[in-house]
């Protein structure tokens, strides 16, 4: 009997183990899903060209990163976002010719020159990310305060998540949120 017992539990905890990798599995499926979605919708917003605003996904990035960094050589670029210097050397002489960003010599006085945003390029950067906030904004607008510092807390973590794995951390300002633990 006792065997029998000890056998109904151990079916007990293989079916609960089994149950929950089934949950997380298909929770996992889903915020693929999800993200494969707001990659989607990303791609599909309103047209930013016709108002002058759009900045290709390697320059918003590029500029972003620089912006919170302050000049950068080609090499930290790289370093910064995992990718090889002659496609991060591609992408910012493409942003060079569009007057986005300029070459500097090193602040600190060493050897590579650096990339500065020139201040065409922060206009540019500060008014995607000004339409960017504003129609994510927009979206959101109905919801309730603690759902999006919610939101915010676990985009964030899940971001932080990914960038400690490829050990490629992004300069983030200190950030509160406002919800409840």
């Known amino acids: 009997m006792e065997s029998q017992a000890l056998g109904g539990r151990a079916d007990l905890t293989t079916a609960s183990s089994a149950a929950a ?17 707001v990659s989607r919708y990303t791609v599909l917003a309103t047209n930013r060209s ?11 990035l590029l500029l972003s990163r620089i912006d919170a960094e302050g000049p950068m050589s080609i090499g930290q670029l790289a370093a910064a976002f995992g990718l090889d210097t002659s496609t991060i ?11 986005l960003v300029e070459r500097i010599a090193d602040p600190a006085g060493g050897p590579a020159r650096k990339l500065r945003i020139t201040a065409d390029g922060l206009d540019r950067l500060r008014a995607n990310r000004a339409w960017a906030v504003g129609g994510i904004g927009r ?22 998540t990914i960038e400690r794995r490829q050990g490629h951390p992004w300069p983030r300002p200190e950030q509160t949120h406002t919800s409840r633990p």
């Not at 990798?21 to 979605?37: F, K, N, Y």
């Not at 016709?50 to 918003?60: I, K, N, T, V």
């Not at 050397?89 to 007057?99: C, L, Y």
């Open 21 to 37: 990798a089934t949950s997380t599995s298909t929770d996992v499926a889903a915020i693929e899903r999800e993200l494969m979605l």
């Open 50 to 60: 016709a108002a002058g605003l759009y900045l290709e996904r390697s320059a918003y």
């Open 139 to 160: 979206l959101l607008g109905d919801w309730d305060p603690d759902d999006l510092a919610a939101l915010a807390r676990l985009l964030t973590q899940f971001n932080t």
């Open 89 to 99: 050397n591609r992408q910012t002489a493409a942003m060079s010719r569009s007057g």
